[in-house]
């Protein structure tokens, strides 16, 4: 509560994003969420071509509302990043993320491609061994679909395995995702 006091003497001038994904984070962890939104929404206008400030909304939105209306507005913070064409290899991933617990693996596919080109920066401020792990489960799941179908394709299986053995050659996966992979 103190370092927030003093950072809020702080003329927003100064501020970076790390500012506001700060506040963001402690108001999160008070329960203050509309504090939270308000400091999200605060710090896209101040840096409307920085990724933070739309992946910290996508995730106070998801928790203001339950179920999938909150998921669904997550999705389209998420998605207005993408489609504002910032660099936003989180906000990609995080999308990625989501479709594939939906079962919507062509869109989390082209999600987690879009967050391996994103990741194309100096601090991409995500493990990229998990990117390419998340990517390698959605071929996998999109490979096992099609066994279900009996259209079998080799190519989301290799696709697969290519991915998870660029996430091991990195090697910072968890030792639990690790072993999975």
């Not at 071509?49 to 992946?55: A, E």
């Not at 910290?56 to 999938?68: N, Y």
């Not at 507005?73 to 594939?100: M, R």
Request: hydrophobic residues 40%; negative net charge; glycine residues 4%.
């Amino acid at each position: 509560k103190d370092a927030l006091k003093k950072l809020l003497q702080i003329d927003r001038h100064l501020w970076t994003w790390r500012c506001y994904s700060f506040c963001c984070d402690h108001y999160i962890s008070c329960g203050e969420l509309a504090q939270a939104l308000k400091m999200c929404d605060d710090c896209i206008s101040a840096f409307p071509t920085n990724q933070h400030g739309y992946h910290d909304k996508s995730k106070v939105v998801k928790m203001l509302t339950p179920g999938m209306e909150g998921i669904n507005a997550s999705i389209n913070v998420l998605q207005t990043a993408i489609d504002a064409n910032i660099n936003c290899p989180l906000c990609s991933n995080t999308l990625g993320e989501i479709y594939l617990e939906l079962g919507k693996f062509e869109d989390a596919l082209k999600a987690f491609n879009r967050t391996v080109l994103d990741l194309a920066i100096a601090q991409p401020g995500i493990n990229e061994s998990y990117v390419f792990y998340n990517r390698g489960s959605c071929y996998d799941r999109m490979f096992i679909r099609s066994l279900n179908t009996n259209a079998l394709n080799i190519e989301l299986l290799v696709n697969a395995h290519n991915d998870y053995v660029t996430a091991l050659q990195l090697g910072e996966l968890s030792v639990i995702t690790y072993s999975q992979t």
